[in-house]
């Protein structure tokens, strides 16, 4: 079975489904053979079709309504740049669309016939699916602009400033956490039965309804779903046309921000089974950060205790989302996984959820969980995709170079691997595929040089994973809000400069948090201070005035200085002239006058900003 292009019907906006009846086993009759053209109708017709049980709403939640402010925005008339920016986003080698057009005509001709767009006359129903890609992709560009008002810290889809690499370091950093302190903890892999299909549009007008979104949009978004019909093509004749009246269509630019808003409801109810503590989750250290569940668009996974209520609970809550969300859970795609517990209390827990008992370590979102980055092994999966990528490639740069940096954007990787991957690289460049091994022409190090300076800028494997690594060393000050950060915080504590984490290792290899912090020394050389209130740059240990610290321009100083960690704010004052409370602990001698000298007198140029923060750049 496979799916095709859309089509459209009667100016509804439709999606045909080609089935090849060849791939479907026979279905004998006593006088021969039969088409199953019914049966596969329908199958849709059931796949498409809502429900015809009563609606259901929820009361009693945090529903983390978004303003009034930004529902008037989603609201406001498009402007001729974001039709733009959503057309030039669009893939435009995709299969053309019932018209006869790909995306690549109005990209070349957006000139011509944007005057001829009239967006004020926006009617989904009347659009042809070019048309309605575009209108979704403007939409979706409203939407996201609210998402971080509704959506919990807990979805990391969609929502501005979260990446899909901060779940994957908050669960193998509470895991890890777990299986160091010996106590017991089971983990959930759930996965939702055709989510994308299942989704009830009664529930989604509700939750936007309760989440603060304005009756216009909930129209435009009921008219985004109604308008979609289904066609069955067998073996090239059309049979029927299923209307749909639930589910979310792949490829529309509005189904994941729609399915996330609903999925959202699930982290809400979680919440509010926590406060009342029938679900305990991961506590993580000091400052006892918990975390139930982290998701990730429809990829959904679960902390929990060991206690046979929590099980229950979670059960329950599970079984009511689906019934009220039409989201259930797909029992053959969900697994549980014991941390510190004998076999036969996970097989209890396995009886009791129904659900596959799996050992470590696991996939999440695409990387290990549970694994250890420093055995060579756990880096397989990396080598064995590039091996199977060298039959026809014939760009080193996007394909073997590049494969690699999801892994490498979590964990540091062994001095081993890149040396794999390096002569795999070599390898192809020199010999091809098959071809035998040949001379090296040119040494590996001189490929590696950036094309400027002769080479064909390939790249240190190594040099890579640094600098990916380094970037959440980068991100760390900025998002003080995120989830991620919290649970960091919570592990490790604050470092003294106020801006890192504490660089207080634990000795497991399993945390990707241990190989970041490793790279902390050397990043630090590439990274600057810019003074605003002056509250948290360190006076004389961080870098913000000439090309050092002034720790090591004014070394005599500094052995005088009480406490080498004032910031700014508390030496100069925050108006000027300065108020220069160096706090010395004893009188100078002539050159450490001479030293103070030199240093306040370009300072008195600097200008605070009490109203700006500081940054690290």
């Known amino acids: 079975m496979k799916f095709g292009q859309p089509r459209g019907k009667g100016g509804e906006v439709g999606v045909l489904v080609s089935i090849d009846l060849s791939m479907i086993g026979s279905w004998k009759k006593w006088k021969g053979f039969i088409m199953p053209k019914k049966e596969i109708l329908r199958y849709f017709e059931k796949l498409y079709a809502s429900p015809s049980e009563e609606s259901w709403r929820v009361e009693g939640l945090d529903w983390s309504p978004i303003s009034g402010e930004s529902a008037s925005r989603l609201e406001s008339p498009f402007t001729q740049e974001e039709i733009s920016k959503a057309i030039f986003q669009l893939d435009r080698d995709k299969a053309p669309r019932p018209d006869g057009f790909t995306i690549a005509v109005f990209q070349d001709c957006r000139d011509v016939i944007k005057e001829d767009l009239k967006i004020s006359d926006y009617r989904p129903i009347s659009l042809i699916t070019s048309l309605y890609k575009i209108i979704a992709k403007v939409l979706t560009g409203h939407l996201r602009g609210v998402f971080h008002e509704t959506i919990h810290s807990t979805q990391g889809a969609f929502v501005q400033g979260r990446q899909i690499l901060d779940a994957v370091l908050i669960a193998n950093e509470i895991v890890d956490v777990k299986r160091q302190s010996g106590k017991k903890g089971v983990v959930f892999k759930i996965d939702f039965e055709k989510a994308y299909d299942h989704v009830s549009w009664d529930f989604l007008d509700h939750v936007l309804e309760k989440k603060g979104f304005s009756p216009k949009w909930r129209k435009w978004m009921r008219g985004c779903l109604s308008s979609v019909s289904f066609g069955v093509l067998m073996n ?156 026809g490639i014939t760009l080193i740069q996007s394909c073997l170079t590049h494969m690699p940096c999801y892994f490498l954007s979590l964990f540091k990787i062994p001095a081993l691997v890149p040396a794999k991957i390096e002569r795999l690289q070599r390898d192809f460049l020199w010999s091809g595929v098959g071809e035998g091994k040949r001379d090296h022409l040119v040494s590996w190090d001189v490929v590696c040089n950036p094309k400027a300076k002769g080479g064909l800028g390939f790249g240190k494997i190594s040099i890579r994973n640094f600098t990916l690594l380094g970037k959440w060393l980068w991100r760390y000050p900025r998002e003080d809000s995120a989830l991620w950060h919290q649970v960091i915080l919570s592990i490790y504590g604050s470092h003294s400069n106020g801006w890192d984490a504490n660089t207080i290792i634990r000795w497991s290899h399993r945390c990707p948090w241990k190989a ?76 450490e006058i001479e030293d103070l000298e030199g240093l306040m007198r370009p300072l008195d140029r600097l200008h605070l900003s009490p109203s700006v923060p500081d940054m690290r750049s």
């Open 516 to 591: 970041i912090t490793q790279v902390s020394q050397e990043f630090s050389k590439f990274t600057r201070f810019v003074v605003g209130d002056g509250e948290r740059i360190r006076f004389w240990e961080d870098l913000w005035w000439g090309d050092q610290p002034l720790v090591v321009q004014y070394p005599r100083l500094l052995r005088v200085v009480m406490d080498k960690n004032t910031p700014i704010s508390s030496i100069l004052g925050s108006t000027r002239p300065f108020s220069w409370n160096f706090n010395f602990r004893r009188n100078f001698f002539d050159s």
């Open 236 to 391: 090239g004749n059309a049979k029927g046309w299923v209307k749909a009246s639930r589910g979310l269509r792949q490829g529309d630019p509005l189904s994941p921000f729609l399915f996330t808003l609903v999925a959202d409801v699930l982290s809400k109810m979680l919440l509010r089974v926590e406060e009342r503590n029938a679900l305990e989750g991961f506590r993580v250290s000091r400052n006892k950060t918990r975390v139930s569940h982290l998701q990730f668009a429809n990829d959904t996974i679960f902390f929990s205790s060991t206690r046979e209520e929590d099980m229950l609970t979670l059960k329950s809550v599970l079984l009511v989302f689906g019934h009220i969300s039409g989201l259930k859970v797909n029992l053959d795609k969900s697994n549980i996984y014991g941390i510190n517990l004998e076999q036969n209390h996970l097989s209890r827990l396995v009886e009791l959820l129904d659900y596959k008992a799996s050992g470590w370590p696991i996939l999440y979102l695409g990387l290990p969980l549970g694994g250890n980055p420093k055995a060579c092994g756990f880096w397989d999966p990396v080598i064995e995709r590039i091996s199977r990528r060298l039959d």
